[in-house]
């Protein structure tokens, strides 16, 4: 499956972003698809999570109650919607798509599929 995250951009701080994450091939079926960010000199960070075929949505909680997952069935696309973004939120945002086990869903190792990532950046 190929992934393609955009919606990336500019926003001041307060403001909120929607980004979007596209699936190409074949259907996301029994996988997860995480939301994972990148600042500079930093390692990947997990931000959200769910399994296609579940319900539970599982967030970090720095971004928990700011950030919102959700879902369109028909496009194969995923959203992050951002709010009251801060800088400390600016990075390369991606999605991915894999096989975790609960409880590795937040380990970017555990996803084998990476869109190219969409730069947020956030000005105070």
């Known amino acids: 499956v190929q992934l393609q995250a955009y919606g990336g951009g500019l926003v001041q701080a307060g403001g909120s972003l929607r980004l979007s994450c596209a699936a190409c091939?074949?259907?996301?079926?029994?996988?997860?698809v995480g939301w994972f960010r990148q600042a500079p000199g930093k390692e990947r960070e997990f931000l959200a999570a769910f399994r296609w075929s579940g319900s539970r949505i599982f967030y970090e909680d720095s971004v928990k109650g700011r950030f919102t997952v959700s879902r369109d069935n028909a496009q194969k696309t995923v959203y992050l919607q951002m709010n009251s973004l801060q800088p400390e939120d600016t990075g390369v945002y991606y999605c991915?798509?894999?096989?975790?086990?609960?409880?590795?869903?937040?380990?970017?190792?555990?996803?084998?599929?990476w869109g190219q990532g969409t730069q947020v950046t956030v000005s105070s």
């Open positions: 091939g074949r259907p996301f079926g029994d996988y997860a």
């Open positions: 991915a798509s894999g096989r975790p086990i609960l409880s590795q869903i937040s380990t970017a190792s555990q996803y084998h599929y």
